[in-house]
Every structure is written in structure tokens, then in C-alpha cells.
């Protein structure tokens, strides 16, 4: 009766330690499917919110796109537009997107440099 019991014993928790295996091997695919790439895109994002600096174009949540005048800790002054009547305060977070105006223009070099050929 006593070798019955310990057979039990020892299957229960083999059962055990496989369910728990089962749980990490989950939790880690789900890690490295979901949250690492939230988390990168999260950092790359405050990345280029710190690196705004006055003139740089920029795309908002909205799909508009405009130059910055000032920038405050959080917010931004934004002008759209080509009739440089149109400065809305915004806050950082809405922007998307950022251009820097010497990567227009290696752009406009570059597609310059396509065309001749």
C-alpha cells in the first residue's frame, strides 16, 4: 500500500512541474511575441521625442504635417501650412513621425541624383 501511495506521489508532481514548465515555456513566447517589441517601439519613440529640435518637420496622430516653432516640456508649437498663419499648441505625444531638415535634404539629393541618371 505504501509503494502505491509514493508512485502517486511522484506522478502528481511530475504532472505538477510539467504544467508549471508549460506555463514559463507560454509566458516567454508571449514575452518575446508581445511585450519586448511594445517596449522597443515605446523607447524608440521617447527617443525621438527627446531628440525634437526647432524646425524639424513632423507628422501628427492627426495626418498633418507642419514645422516646429517652440518647444515647451511637454507641449510643442506647431505651424501648418504655407501660409504661416496656422500655429497650433500640441503635446509631444501626438506627434508620429519626425524628419530632420538635413534628412531632406540627403533625400532630395539622393532622388536628384537618380533623376540625372
Do not use: H, W
Request: hydrophobic residues 45%.
Amino acid at each position: 500500500m505504501g509503494l502505491l501511495l509514493t508512485s502517486e506521489a511522484a506522478a502528481s508532481s511530475v504532472n505538477t512541474l510539467f504544467i508549471i514548465a508549460i506555463y514559463v515555456v507560454l509566458f516567454g513566447f508571449l514575452y518575446f511575441i508581445m511585450i519586448r517589441p511594445q517596449r522597443k517601439e515605446q523607447k524608440q519613440k521617447a527617443q525621438t521625442l527627446a531628440s525634437l529640435a526647432v524646425g524639424d518637420t513632423v507628422r501628427t496622430t492627426g495626418g498633418f504635417v507642419g514645422v516646429i516653432l517652440d518647444i515647451t516640456d511637454d507641449m510643442v508649437i506647431v505651424e501648418f501650412g504655407s501660409n504661416k498663419n496656422c500655429r497650433i499648441p500640441m503635446y509631444k505625444e501626438a506627434i508620429v513621425e519626425v524628419e530632420k531638415p538635413e534628412d531632406a535634404i540627403a533625400t532630395n539629393s539622393e532622388s536628384t541624383d537618380s533623376k540625372k541618371k
